[in-house]
């Protein structure tokens, strides 16, 4: 029920929602720790504040594997520090990308969004991918280039890279401060 390459189901660009991918708590317990793990759980909930605060559509996407981030499992569940609201969505994915999932796009498309604001791990694995899906579904897309990271030894330069990366490939790119939501 993609909307790709058709403008007139594109939802409004004013309206935005926020996805948080896999800010789940295994992630931040591998041997490599996540990059700024703490002023990017600062950052993220910065973010989410804003979004509650203009009544923005929140959802939280977690990833499903056999043998990593089991569902249901301790290691599965949102980070700590993450408190969902009722009213915020979850989706759960078995793919890098959500939107190669049944569920996301159709959200999105029922809220009448047109506008992504992204947040969360890994930089180039399923941020990377998560953006690049919904540039392809015909959203606007906004990474917040300072709340999003990776476990790995090369984050600071693989968050450097896709910032740019991305930003060359359509997405906006900007800090934490400068996101609002409309």
């Known amino acids: ?14 309206k935005s929602a926020l996805l948080v991918i896999d800010v789940q708590r295994e992630m931040f317990e591998q041997k490599t720790p996540i990059y700024r793990a703490e002023k990017l759980i600062d950052h993220i909930l910065e973010i989410i504040n804003k979004a509650h605060a203009a009544n923005a559509p ?6 499903n594997a056999e043998d990593f981030l089991v569902k249901g499992s301790e290691g599965w569940q949102l980070h700590p520090r993450l408190n969902p609201r ?49 540039l392809k579904a015909g959203y606007q897309v906004v990474l917040a280039s300072d709340a999003h990271s990776s476990f790995s030894k090369d984050a600071a330069a693989l968050i450097e890279k896709w ?11 900007m800090p934490t401060k400068d996101i609002c939501f409309k």
């Open 163 to 173: 910032n740019k990366t991305l930003a060359d490939r359509g997405v906006v790119v």
């Open 58 to 63: 929140i959802i939280y996407i977690q990833h």
């Open 1 to 14: 029920m993609t909307h790709e390459n058709d403008p007139s189901n594109l939802g409004d660009i004013e």
């Open 86 to 134: 009722p009213d915020d969505w979850r989706i759960f994915k078995e793919q890098s990308s959500a939107f190669q999932e049944v569920g996301l796009d159709e959200l999105l498309i029922s809220l009448g969004v047109g506008r992504l604001v992204v947040v969360g791990l890994v930089t180039h694995g399923c941020v990377k991918n998560n953006c690049l899906g919904g």
